[in-house]
């Protein structure tokens, strides 16, 4: 996340990444297992969760985890 506002002129980034499923989890890297990572050049936040559902729902609660935090993120910059 922060390699993206490096590379750009963006005041805040969001990065996301995991294994919504069905198929692709490990044992260290269950299905539905995210990794999220915002940013907004004073500092980083990462945190990794694990989701339950099918693939639909994997990413529905991935997103809307993301945009949140997303959201929490451009609050703190209003303060």
Known sequence: VEGALRNSRAQVALSITGVA????????KPVGMVCFGWSNRLHTVVETLVFKGDRERVR??????????LLTLL????R
Request: no cysteine; net charge negative; hydrophobic share 25%.
């Open 21 to 28: 499923g069905p198929g692709g989890g490990t044992e260290t």
């Open 75 to 78: 609050d703190e910059r209003e």
């Open 60 to 69: 529905v609660q991935a997103a809307t985890h993301a945009l949140r935090g």
